[in-house]
């Protein structure tokens, strides 16, 4: 996918009825999913959205990943995210969140997804 694809499926994804979970995920492709191939494309597609809404705010994920090991209800689709993303880079944008993440596959490769939800961080 290019960046213009990746922009793309984003405002499709804002621009969708939420289903009753309240969130849209994706994986958006990345032609060689090599960790640096994915992390570019994350730090290139986020400059984008940065132009749109401001700087992100860069969120570790560990702690909440702690929580959920720890019994505690994480709410979907952050219990999703939490479990594949080790860090996001999130934008609250009118009544949404926005997040874009760096999957780690194994020997699968790197992955990008993004996250459109009502559902506010735990």
């Given at each position: ?27 958006l492709?990345?032609?060689?999913p090599?960790e640096?191939?994915?992390?570019a494309?994350?730090e ?5 959205l ?7 705010r860069l ?5 909440l ?33 926005v997040v ?5 596959r194994g ?12 559902v506010?961080?735990?």
């Open positions: 996918m290019t960046l213009a694809q990746h922009l793309a499926a984003l405002d499709l994804l804002r621009a969708r009825a939420f289903p009753e979970e309240g969130y849209h995920l994706a994986e492709a990345v032609e060689d090599t640096e191939q994915a992390e494309e994350r290139a597609l986020a400059l984008l940065e132009t749109r809404w401001g700087p992100p969120v570790s994920l560990h702690s990943l702690a929580r959920a090991g720890a019994g505690e209800d994480i709410p979907r689709p952050w219990a999703l995210i939490c479990a594949s993303v080790p860090d996001i880079q999130l934008w609250r944008v009118d009544t949404h969140w874009l993440g760096l999957t780690r020997e699968d490769g790197h992955g990008l997804i993004a996250c459109v939800t009502e506010d961080p735990p």
